[in-house]
């Protein structure tokens, strides 16, 4: 069953390598470029004009490797699968619209607030109703109504309040992608590593799950998620289709994400942590995106009480272009932080496991 995993991986990669040059060609023929923001950082004038949208890429990548993986494995697809592939789609739906509204009125503001937030708010809402239906055999359903951090605990907080908590993570996390999106190859080499993680995560819960029970050394300690496995499927097939778009989006790019790759991403490790029953966890392992997000947080807040900025400019990337450091150092000092906060994450995730025992 572990050959889905390599199977999606391999074959989002070997996608993205190969489609996204074809997909560059198509952007720049119909002059699909991105447009700049002139009170951005200087050096970025010269990307002006740079084929955007290629989240396309790695959406359709990563659709077609788990189906193909399917398809040869012989394994059916699952429900959490499908209703990830789905928010990872509808949230990059959201994005497309907002991306292609820039190029067509050639603005660097897409989609109206209203609109845009509306477009969240449906993917969103759908996904949390839907992954509180399917239950399994076991009586497990996609998603819990419980809060999580390695796993459930406490009480449930209802099916209400979970979707209010469910919009709360996708809003969060599609917008902290979007706002790490600001240099080459950034944000895709950290949800690389994100999505590495939640492979590792769904192989294990997969081979401690309760659903296995009577052959664990330690049932108490074994995870109620109700397709592991598949999920570590989808995280490898996110992988895999990163890691080959990033060879195309790393400095000097190529191709940009756009809105379209971006809320997607973040839709994707969303719904990856619910169903997954990690939610408080996804705080660490894309703790590059929190951090990223809180700086404008804080840059906003610090403005609008005291009239003064705490960053030369936010999100924090653009502090450090203005510091005088190169977007490539950036870029790498960036991954190894992000990089940092997945061990940490992982080692807390089994941590948490070896405490059970």
């Known amino acids: 069953m572990m050959n889905q995993i390599l199977f999606s991986g391999v074959i989002g990669m070997f996608l993205t390598l190969v489609g996204t040059p074809l997909l560059i060609k198509l952007l720049a023929r119909k002059g699909y470029g991105q447009y700049i923001r002139d009170d951005g950082p200087r050096e970025h004038h010269a990307k002006r004009g740079t084929p955007t949208m290629g989240g396309i890429a790695f959406i359709l990548a990563t659709i077609a490797a788990y189906f193909l993986s399917k398809l040869i494995t012989g394994k059916p697809p699952t429900f959490s699968g499908l209703l990830v592939l789905g928010l990872m789609g509808g949230m990059g739906l959201v994005g497309f619209l907002d991306d292609y509204i820039k190029i067509v009125k050639r603005r660097s503001l897409g989609l109206r607030a209203k609109a845009k937030m509306a477009g969240q ?170 951090l990223i997000t809180m700086s404008v947080v804080i840059q906003v807040g610090s403005f609008k009480m005291t009239g003064k900025r705490v960053f030369r400019m936010a999100p924090l990337q653009h502090h450090f272009e203005l510091k005088g450091w190169s977007e490539v150092l950036i870029v790498v000092r960036f991954w190894i932080i992000q990089g940092i906060c997945v061990i940490v994450g992982l080692g807390i995730f089994y941590a948490g496991w070896a405490a059970d025992k």
């Open 121 to 290: 708010l449906t993917g969103g809402i759908a996904f949390a109703v839907l992954s509180l239906q399917f239950a399994d055999n076991r009586g497990n359903t996609p998603a819990s109504t419980k809060l999580s951090f390695v796993q459930d605990f406490g009480w449930s907080i209802g099916p209400v309040l979970f979707v209010v908590w469910a919009l709360f993570m996708i809003l969060a996390m599609s917008n902290g992608v979007n706002l790490t999106d600001g240099l080459d190859g950034l944000a895709t080499g950290a949800s690389v590593l994100v999505f590495g993680a939640y492979t590792f995560i769904g192989v294990w819960q997969f081979q401690e799950s309760c659903a296995n029970a009577a052959t664990l050394t330690n049932p108490s300690a074994c995870y109620e998620v109700r397709d592991p496995l598949d999920l570590a499927v989808v995280s490898s097939a996110l992988m895999g289709a990163c890691l080959g778009f990033l060879w195309w989006n790393t400095s000097p790019a190529k191709i940009f994400m756009g809105d379209t790759g971006s809320l997607a991403l973040g839709g994707a490790l969303a719904g990856l942590a619910i169903c997954s029953r990690t939610e408080l966890l996804l705080a660490l392992l894309g703790g590059l995106f929190v």
